[in-house]
Nanobody, 122 residues
Framework: QVQLVESGGGLVQAGGSLRLSCSAS????????IGWYRQVPGKQRELVAA???????NYGDSVKGRFTVSRDNARSTMYLQAKSLKPDDTGVYYC????????????????WGQGTKVTVSS
């Protein structure tokens, strides 16, 4: 079973930046596609950003131009650089891994992490 561990969350002021990391270990779940999602209570989990092993990316509309997703395949780690943070960016951020590259568009991931909380204060 692949284990995904997120880190880097915390409290930040509006306008600030954070870098989230997602480290993958294990071999039973492919990381051809890796995605970041966020969720707030009472709302559906929403796509933040995703990236394939070949570097194709997909971003949620609310973060385009502010967030950047990247991955280091040699380190089995994915990053989410978040800039110009807004209070609406508050939520629990999850990383997910999947075996098909289309997962960056259809959200069909097999493995999920436990999440890291991000709070943006106004």
């Amino acid at each position: 079973q692949v284990q995904l561990v997120e880190s880097g969350g915390g409290l930040v002021q509006a306008g600030g930046s954070l870098r989230l990391s997602c480290s993958a270990s294990g071999s039973s779940c492919s990381t051809d596609a890796i995605g970041w999602y966020r969720q707030v209570p009472g709302k559906q989990r929403e796509l933040v950003a995703a990236i394939t092993s070949g570097g194709t990316t997909n971003y949620g509309d609310s973060v385009k131009g502010r967030f950047t997703v990247s991955r280091d395949n040699a380190r089995s780690t994915m990053y989410l650089q978040a800039k110009s943070l807004k209070p609406d960016d508050t939520g629990v951020y999850y990383c997910a891994a999947g075996s098909t590259r289309w997962a960056i568009f259809n959200g069909e991931y097999e493995c999920w992490g436990q999440g890291t909380k991000v709070t943006v204060s106004s």
